[in-house]
């Protein structure tokens, strides 16, 4: 193989470590891929995560010490996230969107991939240091935000569904009151997908009265698995006090009417990413 320059080495460093998310590579492992001595990969690594930090594309973390080595991380910084979430509460706000029910309608916003992945990486930058093993959400519509904040924390995804299904084994079923409808429903998630003592971050895409999110609570309590987060796309401003608490979404929908028969969406970015 021909000696591989520097920009060269850089840039496929970067493209795998930013594809594992907290995946810690040894120093070894560019060493023998590029054939390069460890003074030169260390020195490769120092500029690699200044031009990182300087682009706010991320972090380079390296550790020390002979079970060390170098990872990546999701890092947005907070008036990046802030003006990023401002941008699609402009696009959310008004009356076309308006669902009955008290809802909107997101499923464009959700169904694309670009805007899905950057609320993934601002949801992991919340949530990096908590270091949850898995991402929970409840099937469907928060499955695209859900997998790609599993995808930046570089954890799996795991799925609460409805019904139980015969290709998952056998099951554990709760009943939980919706938060927005007041019914009686039931949620499942197969035996074999989490391990006791394991911690979870929830992620769904919105949040009325919680009764949802806490059904996932529920669920995770009787796995003995410990919740470190819950994180959403957006809430509601009313109710005020929900079923669970200590929750962080990236907006704020509040509707409110301006006659009798024109109802308008004002959706703002939550208070916690102003920080």
């Known amino acids: 193989m021909d000696k591989i320059r520097r920009n060269e080495r850089m840039s496929a460093m970067m493209k795998i470590l930013s594809d594992s998310p907290n995946h810690l590579f040894t120093l070894s492992y560019f060493c023998e891929l590029f054939s390069t001595a460890k003074s030169t990969m260390s020195e490769d690594i120092d500029l690699l995560r200044e031009v990182v930090e300087s682009f706010g594309l991320g972090e380079i973390r390296t550790i020390t010490g002979a079970a060390g080595g170098v990872l990546y991380r999701a890092k947005t910084k907070p008036e990046n996230a802030y003006d990023y979430i401002a941008s699609l509460c402009e696009q959310l706000s008004g009356t076309d969107r308006i669902l009955p029910g008290g809802f909107l309608y997101l499923s464009d916003i959700l169904s694309h991939p670009v805007i899905t992945r950057k609320m993934g990486?601002?949801?992991?930058t919340e949530y990096n240091d908590l270091h949850p093993d898995f991402v929970l959400t409840m099937?469907?519509?928060?499955?695209?935000?859900?997998?790609?904040?599993?995808?930046?924390?570089?954890?799996?995804?795991?799925?609460?569904?409805?019904?139980?299904?015969?290709?998952?084994?056998?099951?554990?079923?709760?009943?939980?009151?919706?938060?927005?409808?007041?019914?009686?429903?039931?949620?499942?998630?197969?035996?074999?997908?989490?391990?006791?003592?394991?911690?979870?971050?929830?992620?769904?895409?919105?949040?009325?009265?919680?009764?949802?999110?806490?059904?996932?609570?529920?669920?995770?309590?009787?796995?003995?698995?410990?919740?470190?987060?819950?994180?959403?796309?957006?809430?509601?401003?009313?109710?005020?006090?929900?079923?669970?608490?200590?929750?962080?979404?990236?907006?704020?929908?509040?509707?409110?009417?301006?006659?009798?028969?024109?109802?308008?969406?004002?959706?703002?970015?939550?208070?916690?990413?102003?920080?």
């Open 121 to 124: 990486e601002i949801l992991a």
């Open 139 to 275: 099937e469907t519509k928060g499955i695209p935000v859900a997998l790609t904040t599993a995808s930046a924390l570089g954890v799996p995804l795991v799925i609460a569904r409805h019904s139980s299904k015969v290709y998952e084994g056998s099951a554990v079923n709760i009943n939980y009151v919706s938060g927005s409808s007041g019914s009686i429903q039931t949620m499942s998630l197969s035996r074999r997908a989490v391990q006791e003592g394991q911690n979870c971050l929830i992620v769904d895409d919105f949040l009325k009265g919680g009764g949802t999110a806490k059904g996932m609570e529920d669920l995770m309590r009787e796995f003995n698995v410990g919740v470190v987060g819950k994180a959403f796309v957006m809430e509601t401003a009313s109710p005020v006090h929900k079923r669970i608490s200590d929750e962080k979404s990236l907006m704020v929908l509040d509707i409110s009417h301006l006659d009798d028969d024109t109802e308008a969406a004002c959706v703002t970015p939550a208070p916690w990413l102003k920080k």
